[in-house]
């Protein structure tokens, strides 16, 4: 399974929203679709796992959404930490097999 | 809480060997299943291997398979990745990551920091 991101960039200010997009190319069970954050130096945090539930300790700007191939992180209004690279994955589990997307990073306008 | 720790990064030549370790705590790391996530500079996430909670399943990508072997030792809560035969194209930060669940793997709840390995001659 191969997930394109979109946009690349997404260039925003803080309180907007910010919708971004994850497609696989073929039809995946949400149930192992996830999205994570990664900051600059920082290793990648889980944010939403089975295509819409929050991890712990996410706050609840962050949501998800989809099913089948077409899959959406929303991020109500956008916090000054919020600034990061997106990515989404999938989870093939026969065999084992883990895809990332190539990430949305969402910056400053 | 738990901790993810990994070591053994640094600057190897092409051809040579390297062995990265994981160091795990505050959890029960005998039941989890564990990957190795590796970033090139710059660039996005790629998932290495994974390897069962006992060790008697892994699975590799295929731009490592044959020359990357990944292990655990249970008694001392560590996970390794041997690292044959390395390239250029090998240098990236090297993460371990746990799986979030001990039935179904799905997703990763933690990671490590990551350690930086660069191949170069």
């Known amino acids: 399974t191969v997930l394109t991101q979109s946009p690349g960039t997404l260039s925003l200010s803080p309180g907007e929203r910010a919708t971004l997009s994850c497609r696989a190319s073929q039809s995946v069970s949400s149930s192992y679709l996830a999205w994570y954050q990664q900051k600059p130096g920082q290793a990648p945090r889980l944010l939403i796992y089975?295509?819409?539930s929050r991890a712990t300790g996410i706050p609840d700007r962050f949501s998800g959404s989809g099913s089948g191939t077409d899959f959406t992180l929303t991020i109500s209004r956008l916090e000054p930490e919020d600034f990061a690279v997106y990515y989404c994955?999938?989870?093939?589990?026969?065999?084992?097999?883990?895809?990332f997307g190539p990430g949305t990073k969402v910056d400053f306008k | 809480q738990v901790q993810l720790v990994e070591s053994g990064g640094g600057v190897v030549q092409p051809g040579r060997s390297l062995r990265l370790s994981c160091a795990a705590s505050?959890?029960?790391?005998?039941?989890?299943?564990m990957h190795w996530v590796r970033q090139a500079p710059g660039k996005g996430l790629e998932w290495v291997s994974v390897i069962s909670y006992d060790g008697s399943n892994e699975f590799y990508s295929d731009s490592v398979k044959g020359r990357f072997t990944i292990s655990r030792d249970n008694s001392k809560n560590t996970l390794y990745l041997q690292m044959d035969s390395l390239r250029a194209e090998d240098t990236a930060v090297y993460y371990c990551?746990?799986?979030?669940?001990?039935?179904?793997?799905?997703?990763?709840?933690?990671w490590g920091q990551g350690t930086l390995v660069i191949v170069s001659s």
């Open positions: 089975g295509a819409s």
């Open positions: 994955h999938h989870y093939d589990s026969s065999p084992p097999m883990v895809t």
């Open positions: 990551a746990k799986e979030s669940s001990v039935s179904v793997a799905m997703d990763f709840d933690y």
């Open positions: 505050g959890f029960t790391f005998s039941t989890y299943g």
